[in-house]
């Protein structure tokens, strides 16, 4: 299988070349992804679902992330980054209906990886029941909705936990509804200035 090969940018934004994925994370090269926030307002607070990644994905794994995300291969765009709902989560959504919240640098690093992201980051107000989402079982385990309120104090260590309700899937793929406390070290360790900017948008559009 042809490894993916992403567009690489310098500190100041601008391209610098292509790179394979393996040396782009090993050298921490900066990269374009493309990140979709659903939210929704259940009994009047605000809510983001996300989804909880795959226990063999090599960032990230069996933690709680951005609704649906992906890199943008070399000489793609972001409007070009919209399959990745529909790979995801089965949701076939048109560029257009997307709200832009802008690009967001984010900086995650794990053993051998350094990842260096130009996030392009959009939202979408979406209250699909949960049993309608198809997904993708190599990538996604689960789809849990959180308040926003709780996740903004989780995140500036107000709060210890947090509920997240929706559901999981065990090994064999079958669904099974689930309600738990979540701490910070249950997500992606995006920056935390990352998760500022997204909420303070969704709120601001309410």
């Given at each position: 299988m042809t490894e993916e090969r992403?567009?690489?940018?310098?500190?100041s934004g601008q391209q610098i070349g292509v790179e394979a994925r393996s040396e782009v994370h090993r050298k921490g090269?900066?990269?374009?992804?493309?990140?979709?926030?659903?939210?929704?307002?259940?009994?009047?607070?605000l809510e983001l679902l996300f989804q909880k990644r795959h226990p063999?994905?090599?960032?990230?794994?069996?933690?709680?992330?951005?609704?649906?995300?992906?890199h943008l291969l070399a000489g793609e765009r972001p409007c070009d980054g919209v399959r990745e709902l529909e790979e995801e989560l089965g949701l076939v959504v048109p560029y257009e209906k997307l709200r832009q919240i802008g690009v967001i640098r984010d900086v995650i690093t794990a053993p051998g990886i350094i990842?260096?992201?130009?996030?392009?980051?959009?939202?979408?107000?979406?209250?699909?029941?949960?049993?309608?989402?198809?997904?993708?079982?190599?990538?996604?385990?689960?789809?849990?909705?959180?308040?926003?309120?709780?996740?903004e104090a989780l995140f500036a260590d107000q709060l210890s936990q947090v509920a997240a309700k929706g559901f999981l899937t065990d090994a064999a793929g079958e669904?099974?509804?689930?309600?738990?406390m979540?701490?910070?070290?249950?997500?992606?360790?995006?920056?935390?200035?990352?998760y500022q900017e997204v909420f303070q948008a969704i709120k601001s559009w309410l």
């Amino acid at each position: 299988m042809t490894e993916e090969r992403f567009d690489i940018f310098d500190e100041s934004g601008q391209q610098i070349g292509v790179e394979a994925r393996s040396e782009v994370h090993r050298k921490g090269d900066w990269h374009q992804t493309f990140h979709c926030w659903l939210y929704r307002v259940h009994n009047g607070q605000l809510e983001l679902l996300f989804q909880k990644r795959h226990p063999e994905k090599d960032t990230g794994p069996n933690l709680l992330d951005i609704t649906s995300a992906g890199h943008l291969l070399a000489g793609e765009r972001p409007c070009d980054g919209v399959r990745e709902l529909e790979e995801e989560l089965g949701l076939v959504v048109p560029y257009e209906k997307l709200r832009q919240i802008g690009v967001i640098r984010d900086v995650i690093t794990a053993p051998g990886i350094i990842d260096k992201e130009l996030c392009h980051v959009f939202a979408m107000e979406c209250d699909q029941p949960l049993h309608e989402y198809r997904l993708q079982k190599e990538e996604v385990t689960g789809l849990l909705w959180v308040n926003v309120q709780e996740l903004e104090a989780l995140f500036a260590d107000q709060l210890s936990q947090v509920a997240a309700k929706g559901f999981l899937t065990d090994a064999a793929g079958e669904r099974y509804d689930a309600s738990l406390m979540v701490k910070q070290s249950d997500f992606v360790p995006h920056e935390v200035h990352y998760y500022q900017e997204v909420f303070q948008a969704i709120k601001s559009w309410l």
